[in-house]
């Protein structure tokens, strides 16, 4: 089992407040990876990392930012949730020499009212 | 065309039953495939990597073709605890190096 965790697991919040979705692992990957995925739809990439310091956006527009001054964290936060924002979010990630080989957290369901 | 395809399903088969799903990508310079195991609400988890010259891994099969640009994946003697939705996956070549996720196929098995 991968040794990758999300929290919260749940989050249901109003319009309008700041959230930070949480990721942590523990495997020394240096790759970390942010997906958003809405029910019966593929995985879309938003954010990805390379190392600490290292941020991109992915192939999906989002308002969320992330950051990585720590391997092993890699939080995503909204400014201001709409509920347009409303998905499941997982997080990812990879060794470098094996990239491609992804571990998932458990993903937070976040709905926003 | 989306660059990673797969029929959504969902498939209804019977216990013991073989079932094969395929899953067609657009980018013939792609060098790396997976088949993900996703149930309802829950996170991917890696079923198998595909290999050129196909693998096997118990009751799964996972087969390449590259002239015709798609990946399959063959389960023999299908148990209930195999219902889940398989979702294919192939690395993106966009100038950063993840994978791109197709929407998955479901399979249903019923005793």
């Known amino acids: 089992e991968a040794d990758i965790y999300q929290t919260p697991r749940y989050l249901v919040i109003g319009t309008g407040k700041k959230i930070t979705l949480e990721c942590s692992q523990t495997?020394?990957?240096?790759?970390m990876y942010w997906y958003q995925q809405d029910p019966g739809m593929e995985l879309h990439l938003i954010h990805y990392?390379?190392?600490?310091?290292?941020?991109e956006k992915g192939d999906l527009s989002s308002e969320s930012t992330v950051s990585r001054i720590r391997t092993e964290h890699f939080p995503l936060t909204l400014e201001s949730a709409r509920p347009s924002h409303t998905s499941q979010y997982l997080c990812?990630?990879?060794?470098?020499?094996?990239?491609?080989?992804?571990?998932f957290g458990s993903g937070t369901q976040l709905s926003v009212l | 065309r989306k660059e990673v395809e797969q029929d959504p399903g969902p498939f209804n088969v019977p216990e013991g039953a073989t079932v094969a799903f395929n899953c067609t990508y657009s980018?013939?310079?792609?060098?790396?495939f997976f088949w993900y195991r996703q149930d309802c609400r829950k996170e991917p988890k890696l079923l198998m990597s595909v290999y050129s010259s196909g693998n096997e891994d118990g009751r799964f099969t996972a087969q390449l073709n590259r002239a015709s640009q798609y990946i399959s994946l063959l389960i023999r003697d299908s148990k209930l605890s195999d219902s889940a939705t398989y979702l294919c996956a192939v690395n993106s070549l966009k100038g950063y190096s993840t994978l791109t996720f197709g929407k998955g196929t479901m399979l249903l098995v019923s005793p």
């Open positions: 495997m020394g990957h240096d790759k």
């Open positions: 980018n013939s310079a792609s060098q790396s």
């Open positions: 990812a990630s990879s060794r470098q020499e094996s990239s491609e080989k992804l571990f």
């Open positions: 990392s390379y190392g600490v310091n290292s941020t």
